[in-house]
């Protein structure tokens, strides 16, 4: 198990790992299942070196997503709290029957929990191309009896997790893998915010800006930029968007007038349009121009580095739908 007194800086892949070394070690319910996570350690080494420290515990799937989750379910219904890794959140729309139709209403119909985590790498990489760069937290928040938490920071990574394992409740655990290695803290935390409550991560005046993920970041920096020219950015991040914690948006739009809100996933249908839609409906008062958002485009996500860096949201097209918002 990774020490918390030992480490001087940790990534939030290393924050992952961590998180999994520790709920094995203190409950004998949980076990990792997926397709080379065992001596491999898994597509980015997530389960890294956790089959040796856990033997038996850490056990290689076959390569059918669909597969995965049943065997998942069936585990959770026994009493065990499995976590499972896809080795990319576009993989798991092949066992999108077992989540949605099983997992999610598991409880519904029978009073049984169906405790289980989904671990999705998701967000796009330079080169990583349409078939392994999806955001596709919208499409399971849609679901009744599915969690959908999508950490933006070391400390959530580690902490989330934790309190996902623990949810008596199937949780989707929407992790990013372009933060994996470029995103370091200093220490694990001792101390957490609950899963379902939103942070604001820096207090404005002029505007709210609402976020998860790895756009976090990229909202930050933006803010960051627009400080220079005398404005004051609200950012808040959404830290999980199922269930979404609606009493934080409002509350900070209400001290600045005015709403952005940015996503790495695709327009239609997505998480920035249900902030808006619910700012507008209960909050349309506190508004003091028309809410934005900001997505990546609405096309398959490129290969070429050149075209991937213009597809999703950025510092710099962050800080220009700002600046327009800024004049309405």
Known sequence: MISQTNMTSITYLEAIRAAQARALEEDSRVFIYGQDVGAFGGAFKATKNLAKQFPGRVMDAPISEDAMIGMAIGAAIEGMRPI?????????TCGLNQIVNHAATLFYRTEVPCPLVVRLPCGG??????FHSQSL??????????????PGTVEDAYTMLLEAITI??????CEHKFLYYHLKAEALPTCALPSNKARVTRPGRDATLVTYSAMLHESLAAAAALAHDGYEIEVVDLRSVKPLDTDTILASVARTGRLLVVSEAFPWSGVAAEVIAR???EGFGLLDAPPQRLNAKDTPVPFHPALWGTHRPT??????ALHHLLKL
């Open 168 to 173: 008596d409740d199937p949780v989707i655990f």
């Open 137 to 150: 937290e919208a499409i399971y928040a849609h679901f009744p009896g599915l969690v959908v938490m999508t």
């Open 125 to 130: 990489t330079s080169g990583g191309g349409p």
């Open 279 to 281: 700012v507008t409906a």
């Open 84 to 92: 499972i890794e896809m080795q990319f959140a576009d993989f798991s």
């Open 315 to 320: 510092a710099s097209t962050i800080a220009s």
